[in-house]
């Protein structure tokens, strides 16, 4: 996985420290989730750069955003920034459904991932960001 240095030079530290801290902040079932989702992405496109913008959002980039890892008190939400331009034959999109381009999924505790879905998934919004 490839890291952005671009918040390195304002905070001192890359954006996989970032989030890294964020994980470990959390210490909790939200964590946990965004550790797995995190480690999902990675595997699914190894040239995957993480970022962090917005003041604490952790974003996931190949050619483009592929998805943000927002943490509210009851879900993780990936959110893909082109989710609607995206097959999902397994039915992950399950918020933000009403938009036009974006698409997410919101994780809540105890929730099961399906990992080869999410990878395919990851794996198509990295080849649409690259064909544009």
């Known amino acids: 996985m490839k890291k952005s240095n671009s918040t390195e030079a304002t905070t001192g530290a890359s954006p996989s420290q970032l989030i890294d801290a964020r994980i470990k902040e959390l210490g909790d079932w939200r964590g946990e ?3 797995r989702v995190r480690k999902l992405i990675s595997e699914a496109d190894p040239q995957v750069v993480e970022t962090w913008k917005w003041r604490g959002v952790p974003v996931w980039e190949h050619a483009g955003i592929i998805c943000t890892g927002e ?4 879900v993780v939400k990936l959110t893909f920034a082109r989710g609607a ?3 999902d034959p397994s039915g992950l999109f399950n918020s933000s459904l009403e938009g036009n381009t974006r698409r997410a999924i919101d994780i809540r505790e105890g929730d099961t991932i399906d990992e080869k879905a999410l990878k395919a998934l990851i794996a198509a919004a990295a080849a649409l960001n690259a064909s544009k």
Do not use: D, E, N, S
């Not at 943490?71 to 009851?74: E, I, L, M, R, S």
């Open 33 to 35: 989730t965004l550790a």
């Open 71 to 74: 943490t509210y008190k009851a």
């Open 85 to 87: 331009a995206l097959p």
